[in-house]
């Protein structure tokens, strides 16, 4: 059965600062993998996914992720922090469709001024 | 559009006590979830509907209830409450099964004591 791990429970980075949240999944076959950014209060929004292709994934609001198969990872990246990116963030994997998708447990990013 | 809409926001039960949790979505999706968010874990999926009069269990189903007669509307019920419940609830939904873009409605949170 997939699996995915968030190394971090709990992220601090000054604003301006550049971000790589971890994500390490387990899964038999080519991956479907996501980010997905949760806004205290709010629910879940997608930040970007991957299904095949291009390892470098560009997302939403100026995050990327890159897809390395020799270790299991997919971690989420963005140069430069802004206050508004305190959230918190789920990877999740599955096969391609939605009843089969598993989550982390996220990693939890406070930004300071 | 108001996308995915839930209510109550917050909700405090007693054992034993039965309740309806209501997931609203105006977006014409086919798909819709609900999934538990409880710390350290992850979201993880209770019910989903791949359509109007179609359910199915995902992987924490055991104590909920769900029905689907309307493409709009995927209410969850609570049988008879158990402090095991107690975490927040999301609702999302998605144009179809194979579509991974879900939507994630505010999220609801149930206390049972």
Not at chain 1, 26 to 40: I, N, R
Not at chain 2, 8 to 35: I, R
Not at chain 2, 38 to 50: A, F, K, T
Request: glycine residues 10%; charged residues 15%; contains cysteine.
């Amino acid at each position: 059965a997939q699996s995915v791990t968030q190394p971090d429970i709990h992220i601090t980075v000054s604003e301006g600062a550049s971000l790589e949240l971890r994500c390490n999944y387990s899964y038999g076959a080519t991956p479907y993998l996501f980010w997905y950014v949760q806004s205290p209060g709010q629910g879940l929004q997608l930040l970007l996914k991957y299904f095949s292709g291009d390892t470098l994934v560009q997302g939403i609001k100026g995050f990327e992720a890159e897809f390395k198969r020799s270790q299991s990872s997919f971690n989420l990246r963005k140069p430069s922090v802004h206050w508004s990116d305190a959230a918190e963030y789920f990877c999740a994997v599955g096969p391609g469709n939605n009843n089969d998708m598993r989550f982390g447990a996220g990693t939890r990013l406070t930004v300071k001024p | 559009n108001a996308g995915v809409t839930q209510t109550p926001k917050f909700q405090v039960l007693k054992t034993g006590q039965s309740m309806t949790l209501q997931c609203a979505q105006d977006m014409n999706h086919e798909y819709m979830s609900w999934y538990r968010q409880d710390p350290g874990m992850g979201l993880r999926l209770i019910h989903y509907s791949v359509g109007a009069g179609i359910t199915d269990q995902g992987e924490v189903p055991n104590g909920y209830n769900v029905s689907r007669s309307t493409t709009e509307d995927f209410p969850l019920r609570l049988l008879s409450a158990a402090p095991s419940q107690t975490s927040v609830y999301f609702c999302a939904s998605s144009r179809s099964y194979e579509d991974n873009e879900q939507f994630f409605g505010p999220g609801t949170r149930l206390t049972v004591l």
